[in-house]
């Protein structure tokens, strides 16, 4: 039957080029075809960047719809394509437990099964129940394969555990026959649930699929009667159209007729195009316009190689491809030269891309490594024990230390991240744990300090008006020593407590100060009677008056008081030597007839036998321990002195007080060493 010719009519002759509605290649598929369905994620939406397919075509070639994709532009890899059931044919080898080789080694799979470890069965089975609810049965594969990995890890151990406790007890391990599981029995039902509800999805897929088939064999029937349709060139354009955008819409066939398909439809395209014959000159104006705009994106393929964000220009890139594609045929003469022109631009972005995501994942090995350095420290400081809340503070900023470290550290690889930080989080846990139970165990003791710390500021308190300045002086020295021996409260209250302890005594020891400073009248007079007692102390006859003389002296002089401050220092250097005189003398006369008395006292009890000389070492040693402690106190009595004003007395006597220690301490101490070289002999 001879073909009708299309009437051109004068609107016909403002229509774009017809070949505007094909890619460069009649062979180019429009809509999505069965393998770009099936061959997984895009280049953009991987992690991995897309890279350039080795079977790439010159652009105009006919070939599959795989490789006209590719040869049009299209830089992102079409992968083989994954059986919708891929990985359940090990879930079918046997009624329960997977085959060997049933676990996919996928790092996606691996992280899978991994995020499951530490779960008992139990929580399997709960967790399997609430995927088959939650989720479309063709997006769980690999979380119901990560689930029979982890369930039947644990039945085997349950039975491995039950044989060996079956051939200790009762013999044969042959004999020996599992318990029904009812988890196991409740497992492989929901297996059988997920099998069925997947057979079923199956079946109804290759359904769509024929409905599919039979739809774009309409869609050609219709393009085979265009070439004998008498309308008008707009009217049989916008039918085509029409054609074009429904293919595009209908879904995945059947593999096996992919390939006939697209040749029929490809074939029937072709015969529309030559049919209508488009105007030469607004042909070649298209063509001229495509090929400045083909030019236009070859220059902005090239300019994102100077684009500062590698990510940005892959993105940018796709946007590229999709317009080339969209743009119409350029001159036979242009077509090789420009589409190398943007292949190799291309090919400059994604091998950037490459490089980058490589990068990242040396980048995140490294951070990983740095990350386990750091869980050993945190795990070393969480094992090792602390005894003092100052060894606790040490440990916790070094700890502290490791946090902000990890937080400048990037992520580890997707599979591990997880894993090392909560292997990280452990540790800190178990070390605040642990360091909460120490501090607890002390809390009682703080407290109990806190009270005692209290009544003695009470006391402070009490004395800080009193005009009885000797005796509430001693008084608040003893509270003070008191202080000294209790130990430590709450942070929280340390500061406050010690404040309020600290203002009582320097408010009794500032108007003690005052009260001594007001009577200047009585300086004058107070020096003359100081300097006369100096007189009277040179002149005395120290080894009659022995230690007790000395002593009267030094209370009548701490009775005298204050003296003008120019002759403060004077007096004081006076006294201090007249003081040292007499108790270098009396100190060697003394000091004399106290070892020759003892040395008696030795030959009297080494006659009468070794027990009495071993009581008297007893008690001399106990006595050097007790002046030990005496002169510590009074050491630590000097410190209060001395941040009160006009103490100098206080303090001079005190010192004395210390050094009658020490030289009683160094002769007992003497005295044991006579004992000790007289058991020797």
């Not at 009217?235 to 293919?247: G, P």
Request: a negative charge; glycine letters at 4%; hydrophobic letters at 35%.
């Amino acid at each position: 039957m001879a073909a009708k010719k299309t009437t051109l009519t004068a609107s016909d002759e403002t229509i774009v080029n017809a070949e505007e509605m094909r890619t460069d290649s009649a062979s180019e598929p429009v809509a999505t075809t069965e393998n770009e369905n099936n061959a997984g994620v895009t280049a953009a939406e991987s992690e991995t960047p897309a890279v350039e397919s080795a079977e790439m075509t010159r652009e105009g070639e006919n070939g599959t719809a795989a490789e006209a994709s590719v040869a049009n532009g299209d830089v992102q890899p079409v992968s083989e394509p994954e059986p919708e059931t891929a990985g359940e044919e090990n879930m079918d080898a046997t009624e329960g437990e997977p085959a060997e080789d049933g676990v996919d080694e996928e790092a996606e799979d691996q992280s899978a099964v991994e995020s499951y470890a530490g779960k008992s069965k139990a929580e399997l089975v709960e967790l399997f129940e609430k995927l088959l609810a939650e989720k479309p049965i063709q997006s769980i594969r690999r979380e119901v394969e990560a689930l029979k990995v982890a369930f039947y890890k644990l039945h085997r151990a349950d039975v491995e555990a039950a044989r060996k406790a079956f051939a200790e007890s009762e013999g044969e391990e042959a004999e020996f026959v599992p318990q029904v599981d009812a988890l196991e029995v409740k497992f492989k039902d929901l297996l059988k649930e997920y099998r069925r509800r997947r057979d079923e999805y199956t079946a109804n897929l290759d359904h769509v699929k024929e409905e599919n088939y039979k739809a774009k064999l309409q869609i050609i029937e219709e393009l085979k009667e265009l070439v004998n349709s008498d309308e008008t060139l707009n009217t049989t354009f916008a039918r085509f159209r029409e054609l074009q955008q429904r293919w595009k819409d209908i879904g995945m066939v059947p593999q096996q007729y992919v390939k006939d398909l697209w040749e029929t439809y490809d074939l029937h395209v072709e015969n529309f195009y030559n049919f209508i014959k488009i105007n030469k000159e607004l042909r070649d104006l298209d063509l001229r316009k495509n090929y400045e705009a083909k030019v236009s994106l070859c220059e902005q393929a090239e300019a994102l190689a100077d684009e500062p964000s590698v990510v940005e220009a892959f993105h940018k890139l796709q946007k590229l491809h999709d317009e080339w594609r969209e743009t119409g045929p350029v001159a036979n003469e242009y077509k090789e030269p420009l589409w190398e022109r943007f292949k190799e631009a291309s090919s400059r972005v994604n091998k950037r891309h490459q490089e980058f995501f490589e990068n990242i994942k040396r980048e995140q090995v490294h951070n990983l490594e740095l990350k386990d350095a750091l869980c050993e420290k945190a795990e070393a400081l969480a094992s090792h024990s602390y005894s003092s809340r100052k060894e606790w503070n040490r440990a916790s900023e070094k700890l502290l230390d490791l946090q902000k470290e990890w937080k400048g550290i990037g992520f580890a690889p997707r599979k591990d991240n997880n894993r090392i930080y909560e292997r990280f989080r452990a540790a800190c846990d178990k070390f605040f744990e642990l360091k909460r139970e120490f501090y607890s165990g002390i809390k009682d003791e703080m407290d109990n300090n806190l009270k005692l710390k209290t009544e003695i500021c009470e006391a402070a308190e009490a004395l800080r008006q009193s005009e009885e300045w000797k005796k509430a002086t001693d008084q608040l020295i003893s509270l003070q020593a008191k202080w000294k021996q209790i130990g430590p409260v709450s942070r929280r209250y340390s500061d406050a407590v010690w404040k309020r302890f600290r203002a009582a005594c320097d408010e009794f020891f500032e108007r003690k100060a005052k009260h001594f400073a007001s009577v200047d009248g009585e300086y004058e007079e107070n020096l003359n009677r100081k300097k006369a007692l100096i007189e009277e102390m040179l002149a005395a006859d120290i080894k009659t008056g022995g230690y007790d003389l000395i002593k009267e002296f030094q209370r009548r002089w701490s009775e005298i008081g204050f003296v003008p401050i120019k002759f403060k220092e004077q007096i004081q250097k006076q006294y201090k030597q007249a003081v040292d005189r007499m108790f270098g003398e009396l100190r060697g006369s003394e000091h004399d007839r106290s070892i020759t008395r003892f040395k008696d006292k030795i030959s009297s009890m080494k006659a009468s036998g070794d027990k009495r000389l071993r009581t008297e070492r007893d008690r001399l040693y106990n006595k050097v321990r007790q002046l030990e402690q005496e002169i510590g106190l009074l050491e630590n009595n000097i410190g209060f002195f001395s941040k009160s004003k006009n103490a100098e007395a206080m303090i001079a006597d005190v010192k004395a007080k210390i050094e009658k220690a020490k030289r009683e301490m160094n002769e007992a101490i003497e005295k044991v060493r006579m004992i000790d070289e007289n058991k020797e002999q």
